[in-house]
T-cell receptor, first 112, second 115 residues
Framework: QKEVEQNSGPLSVPEGAIASLNCTYS??????FFWYRQYSGKSPELIMF????GDKEDGRFTAQLNKASQYVSLLIRDSQPSDSATYLC????????????FGPGTRLSVLP | GAVVSQHPSRVICKSGTSVKIECRSL??????MFWYRQFPKQSLMLMAT?????????EQGVEKDKFLINHASLTLSTLTVTSAHPEDSSFYIC???????????FGQGTRLTVV
């Protein structure tokens, strides 16, 4: 069964705070994990990808992966109102033909 | 990141007509392309996956005779909505990937309105 789960939100954080977005997945054999951001009415854009356990940082964004717990997260430091969007977790699942399975997305609202 | 171009961005068509949407990878060879549909305030819904030179694999519940997908080259895939009806009005988005296990890049999306 292919499954990627995320809290739908909305997650509201004040400007300047850290936003923490979480994702769990069902396929233990999954090897690659992606975070996309989607603004209302637009198509998703890639923020980060992570393949190995641990943390990966890129500017204000940090992706964290724990394969044993089948958990991947995205931290956004110094959140800005422009970060307000829906964040989609995507997992490349082996038992789905190495194709992407997207979570339902978490809506983030950064309050000025 | 890599560039995926999708056209048209908006289209309005009459009920019963067909509409073709193009998805091109501009700076990489896309071995796999994905087609999604998204209704307002809802999640992405995968319609089909196509590998270059092969028939598309459709998700359950997606009519392959209504949504024709062609992936004839490593840089172009098309989705044709045949005999469109108002309930087909939606945001259609393609994405393209070079190699398995790597990231996919999305086109700009096509907003289809059937009147």
């Amino acid at each position: 069964q292919k499954e990627v789960e995320q809290n739908s939100g909305p997650l509201s954080v004040p400007e300047g705070a850290i936003a923490s977005l979480n994702c769990t997945y069902s396929d233990r054999g999954s090897q690659s994990f992606f975070w996309y951001r989607q603004y209302s009415g637009k198509s998703p854009e890639l923020i980060m990808f992570i393949y190995s356990n641990g943390d990966k940082e890129d500017g204000r964004f940090t992706a964290q992966l724990n394969k044993a717990s089948q958990y991947v997260s995205l931290l956004i430091r110094d959140s800005q109102p422009s970060d307000s969007a829906t964040y989609l977790c995507a997992v490349n699942m082996w038992d789905y033909g190495q194709n992407f399975v997207f979570g339902p997305g978490t809506r983030l609202s950064v309050l000025p | 990141g890599a560039v995926v171009s999708q056209h048209p961005s908006r289209v309005i068509c009459k009920s019963g007509t067909s509409v073709k949407i193009e998805c091109r990878s501009l700076d990489f060879q896309a071995t796999t392309m994905f087609w999604y549909r998204q209704f307002p305030k809802q999640s992405l819904m995968l319609m089909a996956t196509s590998n270059e030179g092969s028939k598309a694999t459709y998700e359950q519940g997606v009519e392959k005779d209504k949504f024709l997908i062609n992936h004839a080259s490593l840089t172009l895939s098309t989705l044709t909505v045949t005999s469109a009806h108002p309930e087909d009005s939606s945001f259609y988005i393609c994405s393209a990937r070079g190699q398995p296990n790597t990231e996919a890049f999305f086109g700009q999306g096509t907003r289809l309105t059937v009147v």
